[in-house]
């Protein structure tokens, strides 16, 4: 099992930034892709970005491409997301995750952690 836990969320004005952090334990961290998404209220959860085991491949959705940057650390077991330029549309609930390979596709995760809020107010 890995556990994940995410941290850095909170209330933020449109056009600010936050960083969200996700540490994990139980597993080896350089061995999983790495992924955060989000959950609006109402929506399902949609898919934000994700990083390769070497931090030296990213991918991102549409929608917050060239705002948002996804990296990690593999000594501090440590994956983040910078998150600048933040619109009211980016209030959602993000999570980390994590998966054994697969960098581009959205799906196959194996491990959540519990989710924190970001809002953005106009």
């Known amino acids: 099992q890995m556990q994940l836990v995410e941290s850095g969320g909170g209330l933020v004005q449109a056009g600010g930034s936050l960083r969200l952090s996700c540490v994990a334990s139980?597993?080896?961290?350089?061995?999983?892709?790495m992924g955060w998404f989000r959950q609006a209220p109402g929506k399902e959860r949609e898919f934000v970005a994700a990083?390769?085991?070497?931090?030296?491949?990213?991918y991102y959705a549409d929608s917050v491409k060239g705002r948002f940057t996804i990296s990690r650390d593999n000594i501090k077991n440590t994956v983040y997301l910078q998150m600048n330029s933040l619109k009211p549309e980016d209030l959602a609930v993000y999570y980390c995750?994590?998966?054994?390979?697969?960098?581009?596709?959205?799906?196959?995760?194996?491990?959540w952690g519990q989710g924190t809020q970001v809002t953005v107010s106009s």
């Open positions: 139980g597993r080896t961290f350089s061995s999983y892709v």
């Open positions: 990083i390769s085991w070497s931090g030296g491949s990213t």
């Open positions: 995750a994590a998966k054994p390979d697969d960098l581009y596709a959205t799906s196959g995760y194996e491990y």
